[in-house]
T-cell receptor
Framework: NAGVTQTPKFQVLKTGQSMTLQCAQD?????MSWYRQDPGMGLRLIHY???????DQGEVPNGYNVSRSTTEDFPLRLLSAAPSQTSVYFC???????????FGSGTRLTVV | EDQVTQSPEALRLQEGESSSLNCSYT??????LFWYRQDPGKGPEFLFT???AGEEKEKERLKATLTKKESFLHITAPKPEDSATYLC????????????FGTGTQLKVEL
């Protein structure tokens, strides 16, 4: 039981490049979310999903896309990377509403 | 707009010196308040969920309480392994599954 697995752990991108941050969970959780964490700003919600085929925007969705074709996977796509997207990204999952999330170990992204 | 403010930003305690961390919140309607612990370089780890004023939950040396405006995380006789950043988050009515996080309290417990 691996929990929430995020890959890669570290990534450096050039401005304008695109990439996908991978997130997989093996706990059969319905709810999944992507957060970014920046110094002094706390965790901010990017996108979330309440089940396969269902996604919605969070607080800071611009520049990011998501899809949820299976219960297990919830990839986050950066369409055209910008320096403002330099951050630590966390994926999290939960079995149901109002239940504590299990977080992955994060992806540290630097855009130069 | 939902807001969560945590204080103090940083706290240094001696081993065994009990204290409390504060999380004050402003939401249209509270559905749940969450406490997480985050170690450096790792993702947050879930500790507690509180749903209504007056509720309390305990886990080892930690006890979380909730009022209509704030929550406290009481740490009794802390040990160095309790050193971490403690995050508070709220889930509000009308906000779907969105959590609004505070910026955290960085706790250091020294021998």
């Amino acid at each position: 039981n691996a929990g929430v697995t995020q890959t890669p752990k570290f990534q450096v991108l050039k401005t304008g490049q695109s990439m996908t941050l991978q997130c997989a969970q093996d706990m059969n959780h319905e709810y999944m979310s992507w957060y970014r964490q920046d110094p002094g700003m706390g965790l901010r919600l990017i996108h979330y999903s309440v089940g396969a085929g269902i996604t919605d925007q969070g607080e800071v969705p611009n520049g990011y896309n998501v899809s949820r074709s299976t219960t297990e996977d919830f990839p986050l796509r950066l369409l055209s990377a910008a320096p403002s997207q330099t951050s630590v990204y966390f994926c999290a999952s939960s079995p149901r509403d109002l239940y504590g999330y299990t977080f992955g170990s994060g992806t540290r992204l630097t855009v130069v | 707009e939902d807001q969560v403010t945590q204080s103090p930003e940083a706290l240094r305690l001696q081993e065994g010196e009990s204290s409390s961390l504060n999380c004050s919140y402003t939401v249209s309607g509270l559905r749940g308040l969450f406490w997480y612990r985050q170690d450096p370089g790792k993702g947050p780890e879930f500790l507690f969920t509180l749903y209504s004023a007056g509720e309390e939950k305990e886990k080892e040396r930690l006890k979380a309480t909730l009022t209509k405006k704030e929550s406290f995380l009481h740490i009794t006789a802390p040990k160095p392994e309790d050193s971490a950043t403690y995050l508070c988050a709220v889930q509000a009515t009308g906000g779907g599954n969105k959590l609004t996080f505070g910026t955290g309290t960085q706790l250091k417990v020294e021998l």
